[in-house]
T-cell receptor, first 115, second 112 residues
Framework: GAGVSQSPSNKVTEKGKDVELRCDPISGHTALYWYRQSLGQGLEFLIYFQGNSAPDKSGLPSDRFSAERTGGSVSTLTIQRTQQEDSAVYLC?????????????FGDGTRLSIL | GENVEQHPSTLSVQEGDSAVIKCTYSDSASNYFPWYKQELGKRPQLIIDIRSNVGEKKDQRIAVTLNKTAKHFSLHITETQPEDSAVYFCAAVNNAGNMLTFGGGTRLMVKP
C-alpha cells in the first residue's frame, strides 16, 4: 500500500507567520511520530501519537509548536509565529503500534524555510 | 533519557572494500536498534534492524552486530558499491517503544 505521505513537500514563509504541516500515515498504523532534521544534522524526536493521544509533549521545542491527530489517522504539526531557527525538514513516521519491536517508516518530509 | 553516539561522522572507502559504522547507547533498557539509510533529499529508509535478544543479523551485504553488555552495535557493509553512498543513521528505541533516539549520522562515500 501507499507509504507515509506528507504535505506540503516544501514551504517557504515569512518570519512570524503560522504554518501547518500534514502527515498521512500508512493505512492501519496506529502510531505516528514527528521528527525534525536540521540541515546536515541528525533527527530530533518531537512527539508521538498512539491513536489520537499524545502522552508526552516534552520533546516539542517551544510552546509555539503543537500537534494533533484526529480519527486515528492524519496528524498536523502547527508552528505559530515562526522563527528562522524553525527552518528544517520535518519528518513524520508511522508504525503498527507504539511497540519497541515495530519499525518506523518515514515520509519524504516537509522542507520548511523561514525567511 | 537515551543518548546515542555514532562514529565516524564521515567514512570514505574504495568500491569493493568493507565499511563499518559503530554506535553506542546509554539506556540499558533499550531493546530495538534500527539502521536507516538516507540519500540526499530523500526520506530515511530502514535497511536492517536488530532486537536485543539477537547478537547478529545479516541481510546480503549488510550485517549488524549487537553487544548488550557493552551497549554498542555496529553496521557492516561488505563489497561496497557507489550506490551505497549515503548518510547512515543508527537508532535505539526505548523499552516503551515510543521514542527513537538517533545517532548523529555517518556520511559514507564509496569511490569507484
Amino acid at each position: 500500500g501507499a507509504g507515509v505521505s506528507q504535505s506540503p513537500s516544501n514551504k517557504v514563509t515569512e518570519k512570524g507567520k503560522d504554518v501547518e504541516l500534514r502527515c498521512d500515515p500508512i493505512s492501519g498504523h496506529t502510531a505516528l511520530y514527528w521528527y525534525r532534521q536540521s540541515l546536515g544534522q541528525g533527527l530530533e524526536f518531537l512527539i508521538y501519537f498512539q491513536g489520537n493521544s499524545a502522552p508526552d509533549k516534552s520533546g516539542l521545542p517551544s510552546d509555539r509548536f503543537s500537534a494533533e491527530r484526529t480519527g486515528g489517522s492524519v496528524s498536523t504539526l502547527t508552528i505559530q509565529r515562526t522563527q528562522q531557527e524553525d527552518s528544517a525538514v520535518y519528518l513524520c513516521a508511522s508504525s503498527w503500534t507504539v511497540n519497541s519491536n515495530q519499525p518506523q517508516h518515514f515520509g519524504d518530509g516537509t522542507r520548511l524555510s523561514i525567511l | 533519557g537515551e543518548n546515542v553516539e555514532q562514529h565516524p561522522s564521515t567514512l570514505s572507502v574504495q568500491e569493493g572494500d568493507s565499511a563499518v559504522i559503530k554506535c553506542t547507547y546509554s539506556d540499558s533498557a533499550s531493546n530495538y536498534f534500527p539502521w536507516y539509510k538516507q540519500e540526499l533529499g530523500k526520506r530515511p529508509q530502514l535497511i536492517i534492524d536488530i532486537r536485543s535478544n539477537v547478537g547478529e543479523k545479516k541481510d546480503q551485504r549488510i550485517a549488524v552486530t549487537l553487544n548488550k553488555t557493552a551497549k554498542h552495535f555496529s553496521l557492516h557493509i561488505t563489497e561496497t558499491q557507489p550506490e551505497d553512498s549515503a548518510v547512515y543513521f543508527c537508532a535505539a528505541v526505548n523499552n516503551a517503544g515510543n521514542m527513537l533516539t538517533f545517532g548523529g549520522g555517518t556520511r559514507l562515500m564509496v569511490k569507484p
